[in-house]
């Protein structure tokens, strides 16, 4: 008799990082690296991981279950602005707490590294994705209502991690995986810091070691890229701070694998 197929429901709630290493990683169209399902297929071939994806705005603007978003747009705005990787209408909204889940996939990512706008008046907050393609007419029109509102404050992300990860757990009963961020930029070479104490690579930094005192404090599992990238020679790996190569994309993906195993997320029992 043949055995049951054990299907693993991810919900993964971040950007190009957990996309690219569960999904599927593209560059000019032309197919790199075909996510998890490529590691499952040869570690256990009767496994099979259901990716949902939703992109991240910031960590700490994901509301928790039944809480209404305070600091979104209204809907006229988000109906003016273009729709792309991060649709103004969703930005402070989210699909993770709707259904069970067996695991939830969140990413330091957008928190270290997202600076938003506020509007003057009102003092809602939006990410301008792409902003270098809107119309010159909508550029014009963001310069004059908002305001740059810069990066999330340290404490506020992990303020909100502190609540939400609980939540995540109680409410769909899932084990949640957040990734760090690995800081380096190929090339970069900076012996002193005098006069570059806010730059991203500090801000990274600081993050991922905030990151490992939660998951001591909440026993969740961290996707330590930082380490992933490192071990393998971020040089070799890395084209940008956040992009990697199709082996690092793996790389992660059979971390995150190996961090599943350890959980009993992929136990031969059916679900």
């Given at each position: ?19 690219d290493s569960l ?64 649709p103004i209408d ?182």
């Amino acid at each position: 008799m043949r055995p049951s197929r054990r299907i693993v429901r991810i919900f993964a709630k971040g950007n190009v990082d957990v996309r690219d290493s569960l999904l599927w990683s593209k560059v000019g169209g032309v197919l790199q690296w075909n996510g998890i399902n490529e590691v499952l297929r040869t570690r256990h071939p009767h496994a099979l991981a259901r990716v949902r994806h939703e992109t991240c705005t910031r960590l700490d603007l994901i509301p928790l279950p039944g809480e209404t978003p305070l600091l979104a747009p209204p809907a006229e705005v988000a109906r003016r602005l273009p729709a792309k990787s991060h649709p103004i209408d969703r930005q402070q909204r989210t699909a993770m707490f709707d259904e069970p889940a067996d695991v939830v996939v969140l990413s330091l990512q957008s928190a270290a590294t997202n600076a938003l706008v506020r509007h003057r008046r009102d003092g809602w907050l939006l990410l301008p994705d792409e902003i270098e393609t809107w119309d010159p007419e909508l550029r014009a029109w963001l310069a004059q209502e908002c305001e740059y509102a810069g990066l999330a404050d340290i404490d506020v992300v992990f303020g909100r991690l502190r609540q939400l990860i609980p939540a995540i757990e109680e409410r769909t009963g899932a084990q949640v995986l957040v990734y760090n961020l690995n800081p380096l930029t190929p090339g970069e070479v900076t012996h002193c810091w005098s006069g570059a104490e806010d730059s991203i690579k500090l801000r990274v930094q600081r993050f991922n070691l905030r990151l490992a005192e939660l998951s001591a404090e909440l026993g969740f599992s961290i996707v330590d890229v930082d380490r992933v990238v490192a071990s393998a020679g971020a040089d070799h790996l890395k084209v940008d701070l956040f992009h990697l190569r199709a082996e690092g994309w793996r790389l992660l993906a059979e971390e995150v694998v190996r961090i599943l195993e350890e959980r009993g997320c992929l136990d031969a029992a059916a679900s």
